[in-house]
């Protein structure tokens, strides 16, 4: 299942940290796409996890697997951006060039990691090493395909681990009430304990930009998937007994 770790919101002071500076004009197509906006209010919800022993592993899987990209891949980065988030309102990228993904990969903090089933790939996720050693699980997300089969929970699972390995003393991300329906309500599964919640008003198209410009796959309005994301929240913690 997918989640904006920017990803969750389209906050100024997190576009001027991600985003590298822009060397040429937007994509007229990108600005088409997105031109007719509403003011929507958007909940991104921060989470952490403090200790390797916290995370609670979903159940284990023969038929997948992770991978490291070892060599910087714009391409491929740029393709899992839109092919999953084009459904939940992952818009701040759009507009990079492919100089822009470079910068953004090229940097040895950063790790991009291949999930795959039965050797095909699935989904991805993002790492970066950050000050105090603190990793982000910048972005996280699995292919519409793919999210059917259970897999966002042991894909999870892998995400941390990983994250452990790169020396992490704190594990964090933050989603939205834009993201999958099930999104928080997996990091709240895996362990991920909430630190800290935003309201934001930000300017949206009414439904989301799907996986290319003109593609035509239907897409939800803003509307239906904040609704769909607080009913997975509520089913979620009725579901979920509570601490010792």
């Not at 060397?23 to 991104?44: C, E, F, G, M, S």
């Not at 393709?79 to 759009?94: E, K, N, V």
């Not at 090493?129 to 929970?153: C, K, N, R």
């Not at 020396?167 to 099930?182: F, I, N, Q, S, Y």
Request: hydrophobic letters at 40%.
């Amino acid at each position: 299942m997918p989640s904006r770790s920017r990803k969750a919101s389209l906050t100024s002071d997190h576009l001027a940290r991600r985003s590298p500076p822009a060397t040429n004009p937007p994509n007229n197509r990108v600005l088409l796409t997105v031109r007719l906006l509403v003011n929507v209010q958007v909940i991104t919800t921060h989470l952490e996890m403090n200790a390797p022993e916290e995370l609670r592993r979903s159940s284990s899987r023969t038929d997948a697997d992770v991978v490291r990209v070892a060599i910087p891949s714009p391409e491929l980065n740029r393709f899992f951006y839109t092919a999953i988030g084009g459904d939940w309102y992952w818009l701040d990228r759009l507009p990079w060039t492919y100089d822009d993904w470079q910068r953004y990969l090229d940097r040895p903090e950063l790790q991009t990691w291949l999930v795959t089933v039965g050797g095909v790939p699935a989904g991805y996720f993002e790492l970066e090493l950050q000050a105090g050693d603190d990793v982000e699980i910048v972005y996280f997300g699995i292919l519409p395909q793919y999210t059917v089969a259970g897999l966002g929970g042991w894909a999870l699972s892998r995400a941390v681990d990983c994250a452990w390995a790169m020396g992490a003393k704190r594990v964090w991300v933050h989603t939205c009430d834009l993201d999958h329906p099930r999104a928080l309500a997996n990091y709240l599964a895996r362990g991920f304990k909430v630190f800290k919640t935003e309201t934001k008003d930000e300017d949206l198209p009414v439904r989301s930009v799907g996986p290319w410009p003109g593609s035509g796959k239907p897409t939800e309005t803003f509307a239906a998937i904040k609704a769909a994301s607080a009913a997975g929240l509520a089913l979620c913690r009725a579901s979920t007994p509570p601490s010792p």
